[in-house]
């Protein structure tokens, strides 16, 4: 069996950027080829064209291209028949492509196409409060509805998609998983006290809340640190930059105690996170967030929002904590009371690991992945 993905992003140097759902591609893919499925990753709106082969899975770069007019609909109309010359070449059986922005809208290939719910505009501008661009609306509606199944990270973030897009599809949940062997717990000296972000600068992940909790933390534990790791964006509401208003929040004191890492390579993260007490992931905004089960797979306590797909992912008490991240106090009495508790911490930090490695682990989730791919290709291809 032959599997395409069609993505915007996946990590790798040959690439422009990458976040969660890339990673969460890359780390479907690899468990995929494992189970000797061939996997080809069409990653589209690139530099330049590309086309080689990485850790037993085919990479199919697609540069972008300009056009007079209408270019959302004629770049996707190219990407189609660029995918489909692949398909027809190397006997891919069915395609995958994920909701954000409607990438996959008005592409048409004598496969089955499915979407894999990460979280679409929409959805993210719903839990943000704001209007969504009709344009990007429509793209993603159109993308939905022409889809031949729909599955999803998470059951909140599929249901919530069904009421925005007024979809009636059955939409069936498989959760991110991650290596449990590649994250894993190191041994790293901790840096005492230093608490830890990482994941893009903006309003969504609860960055702001996170300048007056920390705020909060330093007036009763002064010796403390905040490490933020990732890349600072123009904040949707203010049209500035995110970090620039985080650090207006911060008091002078606990301005002193952050440091700040635009951006380390991926295979480097595992480090900070061995390295620091506490990882704080406050966000507003998620849909099965890879940073959440990176944090739980390498033995660190997490303290993270309380919203939707948290109940799908974390045991309040057990794994962590879930916390309204606009409930400064709260929440600061938590992070106080881990930095305080290095047992309890310890304790929360085992029982997350051996949760992601009973329910999330990659392999779980790609024979799930593979057991819904076989019900959606015809019994002749299979045969």
């Not at 790791?229 to 929040?249: A, P, Q, R, W, Y």
Request: proline share 3%; aromatic share 10%.
């Amino acid at each position: 069996m032959t599997i395409g993905f069609l993505t915007p992003e996946y990590p790798h140097p040959n690439f422009s950027r990458s976040g969660g759902l890339g990673t969460s591609i890359k780390n479907l893919a690899k468990g995929l080829v494992t189970h000797g499925v061939k996997v080809t990753v069409f990653v589209v709106g690139q530099q330049k064209d590309a086309d080689f082969n990485k850790e037993g899975i085919h990479l199919v770069s697609i540069a972008k291209q300009k056009h007079f007019a209408f270019n959302w609909y004629l770049e996707r109309k190219r990407h189609q028949r660029i995918i489909q010359k692949h398909i027809d070449k190397q006997g891919i059986k069915l395609l995958e492509a994920p909701d954000w922005t409607g990438i996959s809208a008005f592409m048409k290939f004598n496969i089955p196409l499915i979407i894999r719910l990460n979280g679409s505009d929409g959805y993210f501008c719903h839990l943000e409060g704001r209007k969504q661009k009709w344009k990007h609306r429509f793209l993603e509606r159109t993308a939905l509805k022409n889809a031949d199944a729909i599955v999803s990270v998470s059951t909140f973030t599929g249901e919530l998609t069904k009421e925005i897009f007024g979809l009636k599809t059955v939409i069936r949940t498989i959760h991110n998983g991650i290596d449990i062997d590649e994250f894993k717990p190191l041994n790293l000296n901790i840096n005492q006290g230093q608490l830890l972000y990482f994941g893009t600068i903006i309003r969504k992940k609860g960055v702001l809340e996170l300048a007056q909790i920390f705020n909060r933390v330093v007036v009763k534990l002064p010796q403390c640190s905040l490490l933020l790791i990732g890349k600072d964006v123009v904040d949707i509401f203010k049209n500035t930059s995110s970090l620039s208003l985080f650090e207006e929040l911060l008091t002078p004191e606990a301005k002193k105690r952050l440091t700040y890492l635009e951006e380390v390579p991926y295979g480097e993260i595992k480090n900070y996170i061995a390295k620091a007490e506490v990882v704080l992931l406050p966000s507003f905004a998620e849909a099965f967030p890879m940073t959440w089960l990176e944090t739980l797979a390498m033995e660190k306590p997490l303290i993270s929002s309380n919203i939707g797909w948290a109940n799908e992912l974390m045991l309040n008490g057990v794994t962590g904590y879930t916390i309204d991240p606009k409930d400064h106090k709260l929440f600061s009495e938590k992070v106080i009371e881990l930095l305080e508790n290095r047992t309890l911490a310890k304790s929360f930090g085992k029982s997350g690991r051996q949760h992601v490695i009973e329910n999330f682990s990659k392999n779980s989730v790609v024979l799930k992945s593979i057991e819904f791919y076989k019900s959606k290709i015809s019994v002749d291809d299979k045969i």
